[in-house]
Each structure stands twice: as structure tokens, then as C-alpha cells.
């Protein structure tokens, strides 16, 4: 059983940077694709970025050209660079893992999901 750990959220001002991690232990992390999701406070968690096993990776049109998402298989980790954060940013982060994904799938069809971590963005 694959179990997720997110780090890195924090408070940032709007135009920042802020770099989200989400560590893997307890499965084969390399044959799993991996999504960033976000939920702010009174909304639906919403799909952020998605990177496939074999490295293709997808974004939201609110995060594209923003945003990048990355893994490093060696290390069990996935990344969420995040470049000229805005306020509508703010929203508690959370990864999760799908057993060899090749297109970004449902929210409801993924295997495991981190806890999540804060990212709050001022004005």
C-alpha cells in the first residue's frame, strides 16, 4: 500500500514562488502516475496537474504556464513548482497516485491520496 506525505505549503505573497513536495514510501512509486488536486475552503476539490509513468504530464488552464509539475523516481517524490501565485491560489494541496496511468483519470479512480498541505496566497 502506497502512502502519500505532502510538504512544502506555507505563506507566500502574491507574484511568489512556493515549491510543494509529496513523498512515497510502501510501493513501486515508478509505476505510479501522479495528480496534484486542490480544494479551497467551500469548493470541490479541483484538478491542478497530472504526470504519467512514462513522464507526460498535464495542467489545469488556471495553472498552465504557472505551474510545473515533476518526479523524481529515485527519490519517491513528486513536485509542484508553483511561479506567480495569486490570491485564488490559496487552497490545501493534495497529491495522489494511480497504478499506471497513461491519461490524467477521474479523481474518483485514484488509488491513494496524501493528507494534503496549505498554501495560502496574500494579497
Known amino acids: 500500500q502506497l502512502q502519500l506525505v505532502e510538504s512544502g505549503g506555507g505563506l507566500v505573497q502574491a507574484g511568489g514562488s512556493l515549491r510543494v513536495s509529496c513523498a512515497a514510501n510502501g510501493g513501486t512509486f515508478s509505476s505510479y502516475a501522479m495528480g496534484w488536486f486542490r480544494q479551497a475552503p467551500g469548493q470541490e476539490r479541483e484538478f491542478v496537474a497530472y504526470i504519467s509513468w512514462g513522464y507526460s504530464t498535464y495542467y489545469a488552464d488556471s495553472v498552465k504556464g504557472r505551474f510545473t509539475i515533476s518526479r523524481d523516481n529515485a527519490k519517491s517524490t513528486v513536485f509542484l513548482q508553483m511561479n506567480s501565485l495569486k490570491p485564488e491560489d490559496t487552497a490545501v494541496y493534495y497529491c495522489?497516485?494511480?497504478?499506471?496511468?497513461?491519461?490524467?483519470?477521474?479523481?474518483?479512480?485514484?488509488?491513494?491520496w496524501g493528507q494534503g498541505t496549505q498554501v495560502t496566497v496574500s494579497s
Open positions: 495522489a497516485a494511480r497504478l499506471r496511468a497513461g491519461a490524467p483519470p477521474p479523481q474518483r479512480n485514484y488509488d491513494y
